[in-house]
């Protein structure tokens, strides 16, 4: 099966700067499509970035202009860029694999803790 593995989370200031790394078993964005969710104790699990099928990228809006989803094809990861933190950042952030092909089941990482404080 797929596994998702991810890193670069941890402990950030306020405005700080952070990559989140997801690496794929295999080459697997031909046939799922790719996103970032975080989860906040308490709060649901919510999408914060991803590729779409036409290609390009959406973002929830209170990251836009701060988050950057991206990928290197290569190396089978994606990697969420994460600038000017806010608190309301902090959350645990899981990779997804959305499958394209019915029937496939979708793949999550194991989740990787982000603290944004002073």
């Known amino acids: 099966q797929v596994q998702l593995v991810e890193s670069g989370g941890g402990l950030v200031q306020p405005g700080g700067s952070l990559r989140l790394s997801c690496a794929a078993s295999?080459?697997?964005?031909?046939?799922?499509?790719m996103g970032w969710y975080r989860q906040a104790p308490g709060k649901q699990r919510e999408l914060v970035a991803s590729?779409?099928?036409?290609?390009?990228?959406d973002y929830k809006d209170s990251v836009k202009g701060r988050f950057t989803i991206s990928r290197d094809n290569a190396k089978n990861t994606v990697y969420l860029q994460m600038n000017s933190a806010k608190p309301e950042d902090t959350a645990v952030y899981y990779c997804?694999?959305?499958?394209?092909?019915?029937?496939?089941?979708?793949?999550w990482g194991q989740g990787t803790q982000v603290t944004v404080s002073a």
């Open positions: 997804n694999a959305r499958p394209l092909v019915f029937g496939r089941v979708a793949y």
């Open positions: 295999g080459n697997i964005f031909n046939t799922y499509t």
């Open positions: 590729f779409t099928t036409g290609g390009t990228t």
